[in-house]
C-alpha cells in the first residue's frame, strides 16, 4: 500500500475529485460496490493468476476453510452482479463510474501496490449498445487525465475483430491466442525478436511479413483506412471489414470533436485480457514511453454471463491512479503548485485571551470559502508563525490591538 | 454493506464531499492509511468483542494460522501507527482527517453495517496539547453535520474528570467502571432501572441521590457552572477541580462563538469507550433521540502508548456517516433536492447523422461546468427522450435543423 504524507496526500486526492468530476460531467452516475465479496461470485470467471492473488477474508473464529468472502481485485465482477441484481431499477444504457479500491496479493514492486485506486467508467447496454459509446468513454477518460497530466498524451485504439479477421484471413486461426500474445508483448522486445517469436509459431516469411506490415499500421483515420482498406479487400471475411467499419465509426466520432492526433488508431494494441470483444483502448506518454499504458479499456460483448441470460454488452475504460500517481510523481509531472493542499490561512492568537477573536476571523474568512486553521498552541508567536507557515499560505496575527479594533493584517509567506 | 442505487450513491457521495469540505475548512490534513494492516498492530489495544469482531485476511494459498494481517476496524489504530512512523515528518498540533470503510463483523441488524464509512478528525499533540482543540474539533463537526441534517441538532458535552472526581469524592473509586457503565446505559432505561442498578452495585441513598442529581445537570454554562461548583465545594478534590475548569474552558470558547444552546454541557455523558480522558461528546437530533448519537468523540491522553514513549495527547470526533446515511434516509431528513444525483441536461440526437453535433453541444455545455449526458442509444426520440428525462433536469433534441443552424431549444422535464 502506498502511504502518504498529507501534502502528496492533498495532491492525489485532489486528482480523485479531478477525474470524478470529469466522469460525472460526461454523465456516468456513481456507485460503490462492497470490499467484501462471496469468493464464488469474484472468482467466477477468474484464471490461475487472479485466484492465487485473492485476499480471502475469514472472521477471528473461522478456519481457513469458511473463507467463502473474499476482497474484489477489481470493478467489473463486482459491477456485474450489481447490474443483474438491480437490473430493475437501472436505466440503460447505464453509464458508470466506480472510483476506489481494489486489492491483489501481488509480489510487491515498485510501483505496484496491493492496495490500489482504480477509477472506472463503464457503459452497459441491454441487447445492443451503440457503437458512440467506445468514443464516449475514451473521450471521457482523455478529458479525465487531461487536467492533471502535464506532458501529451495519446489514445491508441484498436479493434480486435480487425486482427482476429485476419489472422482467420491468414489460415492462422487456431494461432489466435499464440500471436495475440506476440503482439501484446512486441513493444517491450526488440523487432527481431518478435519475429523469432511468430517463426517459432510455425508461421511462414508472407504471414510474417503481412503481420509486421499490418501491426506498423497507426496514425488518423485519413491515415490508416486506406492501408486497411487494402488489406480487408485482399484478405477479405467478414469479421476483418466488420472491424475497420467500427473502428472508423469510433474515431470518426472521435475525431470530429477535434481530438486528430490525440486519439490514433494504432494496430499494435490488442490488450492481453481476453474478454474485449472489440475496440481496445491504451494510453500513453508519448515522452515516456517507458511507463507504458496508463489508461486503457475495451468493448465486450457480455458483462454477465455468469449470472443472467440477459445479454448485457458494455464497454469501459480505467485509470489506475495508484500507480499513475506514483510514476507521475517520480518523473515530476504532476502541477504540485495546483493540486497542492496548502491551507489558505492561519490564524495566530498571541495570546489565549485572543483566541475567541482569532476563532471568529477564522470563521469569518471560513465562509468566504476559505481553508483556515488557527493554531492554538505553541510557546510564543514566533512558535505559531512558524507552524502558520509549514501548512498555510499566509498567517495572520491577532493581538490585544486586532481584538479591539477588529483590523488584522494578513502576511502572505510567499 | 449498504448497496446504493445511483440517485441515492450519489446523495450519500455528496454527503462525503460536504463533510470533507468542512473539516479541510478547518485546517484539517487528509490522510489514508491502508484496509490491510498487521493484525498484531490492529488488535494491540484491543479487547474481546473486537477480536471477534475483526476480519483476518489470507491468501489463497495459506491457512488461517498465516493471517496475520487483518481489515481496519476503526481509523484511531492505525493513525497511531501513521503519527509514529512519520512523526518527523509531521507538524504538531497535527490536525488529521480519516475519512473512508472501516470493518467489523457484527451480527448484521437494520441500520448496522459490516463495512461502515466513518468521517474522523483528530487533533494530535506532542507532549502537550491545549483544550482550544477540544473546542476546534466539536464546532467543526456540529458545522459538517448542520450542511445536511436538516432538524436541529444537540452536542452534548461533559468531562470524565468530573464524574471521575466526584466518584473518588463519593468514596466509590473502586466502583468507577460499574458507575460510568450505568449512566451510559442511563438514557436506554426508566430511571428506576437506574436507581435499581446503583442499589445493586451497593450504593447508599445518599450517594444514589447525589448521582441522580448530578446527571440531571445540563445546559449552557452560565446554567450548569452553579450546580457544578456547588458540587465542587461540597466534595472536593483536585480531579473534579480540573474536570470542571476544562469543560468552562472549551464551552466557554464555543459558546464566545455563538452556539449557545446548540453545544451544551450534560453531565449524562460518559461515553462508554475507556480510553477517553477528558472531554466527552455525543451529538443528538432533540426531535428524533431514538436514533441515538450521531456523532461522537473525545479527549484521549495518549494516542500511542503502544508503539512510543512519546507522550501524544488528542482529541477526536467522528462521523459515522453509513448508519447515520441509513437512519435519516429512513427518516427522510435529508434535502434529496440540493444533494441529489441528477445531470443538468442531456442531449438527444434524433439520426445517428446528429451525433458530432450533438456530442459538440454536450461539450460546450460541460466546459460550462454541466453535468450532461448524451444519449446514443434507443429506437427513436420517443425512447432517448423517456431516457433523457429518467437522469437529467432538461433535454435537448439535435434534429436535421438544429444541426444545420446550430441553434437548439432547452426542454426543462419539471
Redesign the interface.
Known sequence: ?Q????NK??IF?NLLIQIANVY????F????????DRTEILLAKAGGDT??????????????DD?DQA?RFDHTVPLAR?VVE?EN?????F??TQIG?N?R?ERAQKGRF??FYQCDIDVI?RG???L??D??VVMTAYEALKTFVKPEILVRISNRKILGGLLVGLGLADKSDEVFGIIDHAEKVPIEKTLEAYAEEGLDDSQIETLKEFTEIHGSLDEVLPKLEIIRDKVGGELLAEGISELKAILG?IE??GLNGKVIADMMIVRGLDYYTGSVFETVIPEHKEIGSICSGGRYDNLASYYTEQQLPGVGISIGLTRLFYILNEYGLIDEEKFG?L?DY?VCPIT?AE??FA??V??KL?AE?????????GKNIGDKLK?AA???KAGIVIGENEAATGKYVVKEFK
Chains 1, 2 share one sequence.
Not at 485466484?51 to 481457513?64: D, F, M, P
Not at 431499477?89 to 444504457?93: G, Q
Open positions: 500500500m502511504e502518504l504524507l498529507p496526500q492533498a486526492n460525472h460531467a460526461h454523465g452516475l456513481s456507485i460503490e460496490t462492497p470490499l467484501i485466484e492465487k492473488q485473492i485476499y480471502r477474508v475469514i472472521k477471528t473464529n473461522e478456519t481457513a473463507a476482497l450489481y438491480h431499477d437501472l436505466k440503460f444504457p453509464k458508470v479500491r486489492f496479493g496491493r492496495e447496454g445492443k449498445l451503440p458512440s459509446y468514443a464516449d466520432l470530429a470533436q493542499g491551507l492561519c489565549d483566541i475567541p476563532t471568529e477564522a470563521q471560513r470559502g476559505n481553508r483556515v486553521d488557527v493554531i492554538y498552541a507552524y509549514s501548512v498555510a
